[in-house]
């Protein structure tokens, strides 16, 4: 009895694109196998002469061998266009297979529909602190690997509930690989608490998707969570999350998850990313024009936004009058696009009408350049986030 030992063919995940894959098999010389190739739920078969899936099964389509010197080589040319693909290898009478089986040997593959978007934007708690968020979006084949910068200019909402400027903290200002994430949510299958049968230390969710090993829980849309927890092993047959904390949750609830930096990004996603060290965040101080001839410690200014009170940012210009030893500070701000004003933290003597005031540590855009290497994209779209309110604060009325 002649034998085949293996079969041999990449199953990865294909690209959108065609992709043409080899495949090996290898066995004693005089081992006689049939193999065909199906697209599954469809009635196409990969014709080896034409070299494309068709409808039907044909003499073409079941490709009989005999291995002459031990191994046969091949390919398959798979279309563009997604699906998922059986391999499928037959002995013939007087051969069969060195496995368990004896008779056959199959393999699967899939392909992707289209090709994954990744987005990469910045996040923030205080969204109406803000302007739009700038984006850089990469779109490729799971393969895909590019390296590219970004250049985004965080810009302070433009009104007078939110237009009260953005700080840094103090320099140099240092951007992690921890402040980005990618972010999912999830629903519980069953209720858990610290007194069940897991300590609260198990849940079961609805789908798998997205959810890592490393993935912590950061909300709960019911209840309260206890830490942070994390996700420290995954049942993927029954759903089932093991946690590092005990939780009580409601079964039902939406749990928020986020994968932090890119071991975790990569565990939840797939996608293999690196941000590179260096990221450069930088700002200009604001500039104001008195609006009237300025006394006292209120002064009148022709617009407001991002100017920030609270005393964190410092006044310099013309004839202003500065105390013995600390700067002349903005205690507190009355917003207008095109008037407003704000009190000081030292009366003032005069300042004349269209005099020029710059304004130290309080910005109205903050610039991030830095760069970001892709060495692998997901299967489908995901947006990749910078949470920014690890980096700036928000200005406030006073």
């Known amino acids: 009895m002649k034998k085949i030992y293996n079969l041999q063919i990449d199953t990865s995940y294909m690209p959108a694109e065609q992709s043409t894959r080899g495949f090996i098999v290898s066995g004693e010389s005089g081992a006689e196998f049939i193999l065909y190739a199906l697209e599954n ?5 990969y014709n080896f002469v034409d070299k494309v899936f068709e409808l039907g099964n044909s003499i073409n389509t079941n490709l009989k061998i005999t291995l002459t010197g031990g191994n046969y080589n091949n390919q398959i040319v798979f279309p563009s266009g997604g699906g998922t693909y059986t391999i499928k290898l037959l002995a013939l009478p007087g051969t069969e297979v060195q496995s368990s089986n004896k008779i056959a040997i199959t393999k699967s593959m899939s392909k ?56 840094l903290a103090s320099a140099p200002v240092t951007v992690k690989e921890t402040d980005w994430y990618f ?7 069953g209720a858990i608490s610290p007194t069940d049968a897991n300590g609260g230390l ?6 798998l998707t997205d959810i890592g090993v490393g993935t912590i829980i950061s909300g709960v849309s019911g209840g309260s969570l206890s830490g942070t927890p994390s996700v420290i092993a995954i049942d993927t047959t029954n759903k089932l999350l093991t946690l590092n904390a005990a939780q009580t949750f409601a079964d039902g609830i939406t749990l928020t998850f986020k994968a932090i930096g890119t071991t975790a990004i990569k565990n939840a996603t797939g996608m293999l990313i690196k941000f590179t060290p260096g990221t450069v965040v930088s700002a200009e101080n604001i500039t104001k024009t008195v609006r009237t001839d300025a006394t006292g410690t209120t002064i009148n200014l022709n617009g407001t936004y991002g100017l920030t009170g609270g005393d964190h940012a410092s006044m310099l210009g013309y004839n202003v009058t500065q105390a013995a030893s600390d700067p002349v500070t ?43 290497t892709i060495e692998q994209l997901p299967t489908t779209n995901k947006t990749i986030y910078l949470d920014i309110d690890n980096i700036i604060t928000v200005g406030t009325v006073s």
């Open 183 to 189: 972010t999912t949510t999830d629903t519980v299958d």
């Open 41 to 45: 739920g469809t009635l196409k078969y």
């Open 330 to 372: 903005v205690s507190s701000v009355s917003a207008s696009e095109g008037a407003g004003s704000i009190t000081v933290s030292v009366s003032q003597t005069a300042i004349p009408q269209s005099t020029k005031l710059e304004f130290i540590d309080v910005y109205q855009t903050i610039n991030f350049l830095g760069t970001i």
């Open 202 to 207: 198990k849940v079961v969710v609805d789908d």
């Open 112 to 167: 992707a529909s289209s090709n994954a978007i990744v987005t990469f934007t910045a996040a923030t708690a205080n969204t109406s602190n803000y302007a739009t968020f700038p984006t850089s979006t990469v779109t490729g084949a799971l393969t895909y690997k590019e390296t590219f910068n970004f250049d985004w200019d965080i810009v302070n909402a433009s009104t007078d509930g939110g237009g009260f400027g953005l700080r």
